[in-house]
């Protein structure tokens, strides 16, 4: 079983930047790929960016594309997302998902993942 909790969210202007967090129990966090959504209101939950088990590889949704960065330090079992250049339409609840069973590739349809995080509020104001 593993347990993904989400930090980092809160209101931040047009322009602005936030560092969301995902730390993540289980000894086998490195084998993982992680991905991050987000659900806008009245919206489908959707894909936002991925990264592979080493870092190596990262894919990106259109919409935030050169704006919005994944990471991973495995020593720490913690993925990160930082959102630089924010914009109102990026205002959502943001989650944290694990792919924790074989094969461990990145992907970017919500079953894909094994195991998601309660999700973190990101409010961007105009």
């Known amino acids: 079983q593993v347990q993904l909790v989400e930090s980092g969210g809160g209101l931040v202007q047009a322009g602005g930047s936030l560092r969301l967090s995902c730390a993540a129990s289980?000894?086998?966090?490195?084998?993982?790929?992680m991905g991050w959504f987000r659900q806008a209101p009245g919206k489908e939950r959707e894909f936002v960016a991925a990264?592979?088990?080493?870092?190596?590889?990262?894919y990106y949704a259109d919409s935030v594309k050169g704006r919005f960065t994944i990471s991973r330090d495995n020593a720490k079992n913690t993925v990160f997302l930082q959102m630089n250049s924010l914009r109102p339409e990026d205002t959502a609840v943001y989650y944290c998902?694990?792919?924790?069973?074989?094969?461990?590739?990145?992907?970017?349809?919500?079953?894909?993942?094994?195991?998601w995080g309660q999700g973190t509020q990101v409010t961007v104001s105009s």
């Open positions: 990264i592979n088990w080493s870092g190596s590889s990262t």
């Open positions: 998902a694990a792919k924790g069973s074989l094969p461990f590739i990145v992907g970017r349809a919500e079953n894909h993942y094994d195991y």
């Open positions: 289980g000894r086998t966090f490195s084998n993982y790929a």
